[in-house]
Structure formats: C-alpha cells, structure tokens
T-cell receptor, first 109, second 118 residues
Framework: RKEVEQDPGPFNVPEGATVAFNCTYS??????FFWYRQDCRKEPKLLMS???SGNEDGRFTAQLNRASQYISLLIRDSKLSDSATYLC??????????FGTGTRLQVFP | GAVVSQHPSWVICKSGTSVKIECRSL??????MFWYRQFPKQSLMLMAT?????????EQGVEKDKFLINHASLTLSTLTVTSAHPEDSSFYIC??????????????FGPGTRLTVL
C-alpha cells in the first residue's frame, strides 16, 4: 500500500462548482499535513497546511480526520484558474515530505 | 520572502556527461535542503536530504555515487548527476526549510530543472 494515496482524477467541473478531494495516508504516526498545488511543468506551491481542527482560506477548506487517516480539500466557487494538480503531503517525525501522486482538476467555462 | 531559485531551469545533455544543478535560498538561510525527482504523471519522490556542512542522507534506491549532493553553505546546495543516461531524464526540484519563526516543517520549492539526456 502506498504511503499517501490520491485519486488521480481528472475531476472535470464547471466554473462555480464545489469540488472535494480526499487523500489517505497509511502511517498513523504522521504528524503534519499539507496541500500543494502544482501547475503543469512547474514546482509545487504550498496551498495550505492542514490542522486537526480544520482550516479555511478563502474558497479553500482543509480537514483532517486522524481516526480514518485522511485529509480533504474542498474548493468552493471553482475558477478556471483553479485548474491544476493538487498534491497532498505528510510528514512523519522528521521534516521529510511524502507526497501523493496528485489529483488533477480541470475547471471548464 | 522564502524564495528558492534553481539553475539551470532546463538542460539537454549527451549520455555519459555530468550535469550540475544549483539550488539557492535567496532571502533566508536554509538549514536543510531536499532534492526531489518527478517523472511524468508521477509524484515527487524524495531523493536525498542535505544539511549544511554534513553529508547528504539518501533515500533507499538512490545511488549516492551517481547523484552527488553538496550543501556547502546555508544558501546553496548542488546536485550533480554523474554519467547521465536517458533514464535520468526527469524534473529535478529542490526545496529548502529552516525559516526562523515559520517552522522547520515548511518547505519552499525551487522552480525545478528539466533534464533531458539524449
């Protein structure tokens, strides 16, 4: 089983839609959780860290479910510019990031 | 703040040659730098972790004699792909962490270097 798993997608959604991605992790000792956005042929950019209590940044909401070992990302009111690959990442007891393979989102007009 | 640069952004070389990639933290001191590799439609895979002034720690399956890492200062790490072969063609990305006040588990990524070995 992979350490971090994501549905590769693609998720094709119209502008204005709400879309959610999940990411599961296998190691219950995972400590920190992140969502990154990666555009084609570019480096990943940190979208948000994920906290136990859940956190929101504008149209983006991240949740952590330790019992079921998954994190989620909700995007409301999707924009064309949200089209990208969304990578989740976790750390264990070091600052090594373990990435999922990413979920591709395509927002269409 | 938290800008990381990489040079070159892309390189094409002949099989058997060596290629050096530089990773610089421009406005902060990076105690730790990481090197990743990403093949098309795959995730970023950590190759090695380097701390300034000490030897890099390589992930399982990564040949340390083929991928030479030097982290000589708090703002510069280099990755040298020695005797490159076509299967080494990939997107190489570095990241840096260790920003005071932000937390050592936040990594900031360089723009990546696309290596093509002919």
């Amino acid at each position: 089983r992979k350490e971090v798993e994501q549905d590769p997608g693609p998720f094709n959604v119209p502008e204005g839609a709400t879309v959610a991605f999940n990411c599961t992790y296998s190691n219950s000792a995972s400590q920190s959780f992140f969502w990154y956005r990666q555009d084609c042929r570019k480096e990943p950019k940190l979208l948000m860290s994920v906290y136990s209590s859940g956190n929101e940044d504008g149209r983006f909401t991240a949740q952590l479910n330790r019992a079921s070992q998954y994190i989620s990302l909700l995007i409301r009111d999707s924009k064309l510019s949200d089209s990208a690959t969304y990578l989740c990442a976790v750390t264990l007891n070091t600052d090594k990031l373990i990435f999922g393979t990413g979920t591709r989102l395509q927002v269409f007009p | 703040g938290a800008v990381v640069s990489q040079h070159p952004s892309w390189v094409i070389c002949k099989s058997g040659t060596s290629v050096k990639i530089e990773c610089r933290s421009l406005d902060f001191q990076a105690t730790t730098m990481f090197w990743y590799r990403q093949f098309p439609k795959q995730s970023l895979m950590l190759m090695a972790t380097s701390n300034e002034g000490s030897k890099a720690t390589y992930e399982q399956g990564v040949e340390k004699d083929k991928f030479l890492i030097n982290h000589a200062s708090l703002t510069l790490s280099t990755l040298t792909v020695t005797s490159a072969h076509p299967e080494d063609s990939s997107f190489y990305i570095c990241s840096a962490s260790g920003l005071a006040g932000i937390g050592t588990d936040t990594q900031y990524f360089g723009p990546g270097t696309r290596l093509t070995v002919l």
